[in-house]
């Protein structure tokens, strides 16, 4: 079993046009780090790419080269491992891509909203990202 984790999800308000990104990571269950950021005029899938991108980018500032990536988006989970087609969002996936290479990653589905104490801790910090007030 990995000693690290690290959960991510997206998150998007259409009401502010307005998403965002979390990731939580954990070395032995124990939280060490946690992110989150907005972005405005984008997707909620977008966001679930960006956040999986911001969480291994921070894996490889951190020289963690081994880890469980835990996300409730089966759309990066079925890109990254099942070879889903990459119609869209296509400027990401390069960046994914870029992002996870020389990493090892147990790329883990946790069904959302579910009570999985980190994935709901990485929405909250989604969405509370997707209300921050942001100049465009």
Sequence with gaps: MNRIKIYCDGAFSFLRNQGGWAFVALVDDVKVKSDFFP??????NRMEIQAAIEACL?????????????????Y??????LNYKRNKNTDLWPLLDQAVSGLIITWTHVKGHTGDK??????????????VDIKE
């Design 118 to 131: 980190y994935n709901e801790l990485c929405d909250a910090l989604a969405v509370a990202a997707s209300h």
């Design 39 to 44: 972005v405005y005029s984008t997707t909620n």
């Design 76 to 81: 990066v989970i079925g890109t990254m491992t």
């Design 58 to 74: 921070w894996a490889k500032n951190n020289n963690i080269t081994e880890f469980t990536l835990y996300t409730d988006s089966m």
